[in-house]
């Protein structure tokens, strides 16, 4: 008892871990783990939730409660069973930071998140010339481009690319809504526009309401080389609410939302052509997200399916936006 009180361990007796472990002190299956969503350098992390790790990077909803666990020894079952089954998608996106474009298309290449076509448009557009100065332009997260919005992390950008590449094809009409500084754009007329020679079908447009963000996308244009895009009106930047498309260039082959809208907008389904494909982020501001995937049949009927869970700023109108920032 004396031993007890003055905080001493007799012999033989081994101290009960604590609930929660300290930095430095999970067993070596959960540093393993850890540092597989964690990487030393460059560490991304896609700010998904403002929970940390013992190792202070950002954790998503699906592994959040699975780093502060007890020893190996005292892992319950439901614990033992995360481990197995958080989606690789957040281990693979956090480890595509990289020191330059070209490295950064290579690690999500590497980590199979872009497929060979989107891996050469994404080389064809740094990505540095359209993020703020002072950002890290290769790092796999989302960053803030002010006016309340941000730029979505690179392996968002790649998968929304994989899942229209179909739709992407020269002489497409694509329309990217809430555009923000125009990457995406651009590298949506890397496959509609800057590929169609001969082909004046083919149109790009984006749209975002606040009208800082249409002329700083123009700049970014301009400064990637693209400025001819713009002036021969193959892809067009306009400031306008993005919920209600874009009227005058539909119907549009493939369009992508890049913030989170109530629900899906009756008026983004209505442009959408036949054989199109509109992929959008669903659900409340601060809440549970999808990334729904929309086709509209030759025959105009729609399906929808859910891709995978996200979270994304809300598709609003640009007051609400401006309040928030």
């Not at 950064?104 to 872009?114: E, P, R």
């Not at 526009?193 to 700083?216: K, R, W, Y």
């Amino acid at each position: 008892l004396r031993l007890r009180l003055q905080g001493a361990r007799p012999p033989g007796v081994q101290v009960r871990p604590p609930r929660y472990m300290t930095p430095g002190s999970s067993p070596a299956i959960l540093r393993r783990f850890t540092r597989a969503f964690h990487p030393n350098t460059p560490r991304g992390g896609a700010n998904l939730t403002s929970r940390t790790s013992v190792r202070g990077a950002p954790l998503t909803r699906h592994h959040r409660n699975v780093t502060r666990t007890p020893s190996a020894s005292r892992l319950t079952k439901r614990a033992a069973l995360a481990l197995l089954c958080v989606p690789s998608i957040f281990t693979m996106a956090w480890r595509s930071s990289g020191a330059t474009n070209d490295e950064l298309i290579d690690n999500l290449f590497a980590n199979d998140i872009a497929s060979d076509a989107v891996q050469a448009a994404m080389r064809r557009v740094d990505r540095k010339n359209y993020v703020l100065a002072g950002s890290n332009p290769y790092q796999d997260s989302p960053q803030t481009i002010g006016y309340g919005a941000t730029i979505s992390a690179p392996h968002m950008h790649a998968y929304a690319l994989s899942m229209l590449e179909d739709r992407l094809r020269p002489g497409a009409r694509v329309l990217d809504v809430g555009s923000g500084t125009g990457y995406l754009t651009a590298l949506f007329a890397e496959f509609a526009v800057a590929a169609s020679e001969g082909n004046d079908e083919g149109v790009v447009v984006g749209v975002d309401h606040i009208p800082e963000l249409v002329a700083t996308s123009e700049k970014n244009f301009e400064r990637d080389g693209k400025g001819h895009l713009l002036a021969g009106g193959r892809v067009q930047l306009v400031t306008g609410d993005g919920r209600l498309g874009y009227p005058p260039r539909a119907p549009y082959d493939a369009i992508h939302v890049g913030a989170a809208a109530p629900f899906v907008p009756p008026a983004l389904v209505e442009q959408l052509a036949r054989g199109g494909r509109l992929v959008v982020p669903v659900g409340p501001e601060g809440g549970s997200q999808e990334l729904r995937v929309i086709d509209k049949g030759a025959d105009g009927r729609v399906t929808e399916k859910t891709a995978m869970g996200v979270i994304y700023v809300p598709l609003t109108d640009a007051e609400h936006q401006l309040k928030n920032r």
